[in-house]
């Protein structure tokens, strides 16, 4: 008898064990892009590509799309704080040419715009680490759209 309900305990234990899925590259992106927008109380949009985007100021001049050149102030960080990019004086890009949380996000700011954009690793690096930052890293930019050109 004990061994039966020693089987039957294992076979249960075991059961829901194998049920539990593991928890997705997404998943943890998106846990750590919440705690961090309610850490800082930011007001974010999702985007649903897992891209977050923060509107402080939406910008009065032209609009521009992912195809379009942009000149873009900005600082990337981690969510640690640790900046690994910036620059104060923009720089010009090809929105086609840059990682896809820019691709996407940029074109939700007109001319004079500014705001964050909250970047899962996804769309930008993804598994690889690239400088001083590391692999499966959560981005977080402030960004300024100076120019669509």
Do not use: H
């Amino acid at each position: 008898m004990k061994r039966n309900q020693l089987l039957f305990i294992l076979f249960i234990f075991v059961g829901i064990t194998a049920c539990k899925k593991k928890e997705t590259q997404a998943q943890i992106d998106d846990r750590i892009i919440q705690d961090y927008i309610s850490d800082n109380q930011l007001n974010a949009t999702a985007t649903g590509s897992g891209l977050y985007v923060v509107v402080s100021q939406p910008g009065t001049g032209a609009a521009c799309n992912s195809y379009s050149d942009v000149k873009v102030k900005y600082t990337g960080y981690l969510t640690d704080g640790a900046v690994f990019d910036q620059s104060t004086d923009g720089i010009t890009v090809n929105l086609q040419q840059v990682i896809k949380g820019w691709t996407e996000g940029i074109p939700y700011f007109k001319e004079g715009g500014s705001g964050k954009l909250l970047i899962p690793s996804e769309l930008g690096y993804g598994s690889q680490a690239v400088g001083s930052i590391p692999a499966n890293s959560v981005l977080i930019f402030d960004v300024e759209l100076i120019d669509v050109l």
